[in-house]
């Protein structure tokens, strides 16, 4: 099933069903007005939505309407809980290996709580104070849960997986250094993210959700080059690992959205990177030197994975840089 | 004026307006069902809320009722963020000096984004996995803002200052190390926080609000025995200038919640401590060993400032930990 949220006079938009070929939507607005609704009454309300999804599918609904993603908001515009992972390995090697950093074997997921009162839709324009703040992209699969109580394992964690997005975390370079060295965090460093259109209920991905994880590339092009193709298994961690970390000590609030951390693979000399910052660390490595900027006003990225058929799954993320 | 939240079959509670004295309450339910829409909407609803509160105090109201601020929820038992800070200098040079840590001149506001989707009432028992995880409680001060754009100066961050509230920000110490080490900063040591029954706007402290800090000792008892009682004006920023710091490269979201951190005073020996852990590394300063526990199941803690006449102001907040 695949679910959408369009903009309205509400904060947190109206609830649409899509379409399993992204072409079509109808209101699911009879069942639960937004999406975080729904995922706080996902036990009772899912069997409904499915309902509806099938009619759409077979071509039951007159009341269908085109869809088109990129005219999205985010999936959730707004939710209580952003906890990002760091979750591929080889991003983490490649940034000690450039800059001589210490090893980091916490022998645990990386994780940051991130801003989560606002997530910018698809083709939304995105607002930053300086092009010298470092601005960069990361391009990301999430995973957004119903009520997690404390203490899960990772293999009941899995069951709360309710729906699959993906994610541009974007990131301001020139902050992180210093908001790592004490310790405490991301805050000036994490602007708010933007999020893909769709968001897929697991079996939507078919053989490509396996292990608590997305085997799919993230296509990712940086004003209309293709900057990255990299595939989004290489994960230490699957989802439901990330999941059970998260909850250890909290009970996690429906709604609470999951992030892989930018797609990274061994093998980045061929599919390249999901962020700037990690081909700058690939330059210094490679020519002692940086020659990658970060991104100017009026630059684009676009970051889509589609399926193994070539077939639309989360629509893309298409957007500009702009002054605030 | 005097806010308050009573529990409701709501999430968010149903606001109330409480006199003076702590001793009478009326609902508010007429203006704003709940303080995070007060909040939303402060510059519409603020007068409406005072002359409610004028009414109240002038013993006008028939429906007026007896308050008690220990059956209160959280003033936002919820909120779209929540950011603390760790502003009291002396605080970070006690943890530095017991455990060699490197000095830390951030010569910036310290500053994590923890998890808000719950905060617990002045009386609610709050349960933990584990004793071994090192429980610890914090005392502080906070302030809740309205809508802040991004870029704002300190100056102007005075003004979006529309609550101020007293926080218990619980901490399970043994995570911390490992969290601080990597860098993304705190999940699992930093579990909900509680905060006292009533939150005040800054006129009610009177010359108890200076320089964006509460000039009030936060009297601090660990089961029914004197812990601390450290005056809250010690901070190396004020709340405007962290409110600032926070809002550089974000919006902050209406009813943000802003933390100072755990109240810390350079004259420790004489005014004691806000959390276990600052006294953990008063012990290996002085005696070269730890000799202070972290709390047991069924330990509890009490926090409250109260005005230079010993009047009430926030409430309370007299907590057992228990057993998840």
């Known amino acids: ?17 899509v379409s399993t070929d992204n072409s079509h939507y109808v209101s699911a607005g009879s069942i639960a007005p937004n999406l975080l609704t729904a995922i706080e009454e996902w036990a009772t309300l899912e069997s409904q939505l499915r309902r509806l999804a099938d009619g759409l599918n077979a071509g039951d609904l007159n009341e269908a309407k085109s869809f088109d993603s990129s005219h999205a908001s985010a999936p959730l ?73 404390m203490g899960i394992s990772a293999k009941n964690a899995m069951n709360h997986i309710k729906l699959i997005v993906q994610i541009n975390d974007w990131s301001l370079r020139n902050f992180g250094p210093t908001e790592m060295k004490t310790g405490f965090g991301f805050v000036q460093a994490k ?37 990255g193709e990299a595939q989004g298994h290489e994960m230490e961690y699957g989802f439901h690992e990330i999941i059970a970390h998260a909850a250890k000590t909290r009970d996690l ?45 009026g630059d684009s990225v676009r970051m889509e994975a589609r399926s193994q058929t070539d077939a639309p799954l989360f629509g893309a993320i298409d957007q500009q840089v702009k002054q605030n």
Chains 1, 2 share one sequence.
């Open 1 to 17: 099933m695949r679910l959408a949220t369009l903009k309205s006079d509400k904060p947190d938009g109206t609830l649409v069903i």
């Open 77 to 149: 515009p707004r939710s209580w809980q952003w906890l990002d992972g760091s979750a591929f390995p080889q991003h983490g090697h490649l940034m000690q290996q450039a800059y001589s950093l210490p090893p980091l074997d916490a022998g645990q997921p990386l994780m940051y709580q991130g801003l989560s009162d606002r997530f910018y839709g698809p083709s939304d324009a995105v607002p930053f104070a300086s092009e010298t703040d470092g601005i960069d992209f990361e391009g990301e699969f999430g995973v957004i849960v119903d009520a997690v109580p």
């Open 191 to 227: 602007p708010p993210c933007s999020m893909a259109g769709v968001a897929l209920t697991p079996d939507e991905l078919g053989e490509a959700w396996q292990d608590g994880r997305v085997h799919l590339p993230l296509r990712v092009d940086w004003n209309n080059k293709r900057f």
């Open 253 to 297: 609030v429906a709604g609470t959205i999951i992030g892989s951390g930018t797609v990274s693979n061994k093998n980045y000399a061929d599919v390249g990177s999901s962020c700037i910052s990690e081909r700058r660390a690939i330059d210094m490595i490679e020519f002692g030197e940086i020659r990658t900027p970060f991104m100017s006003f």
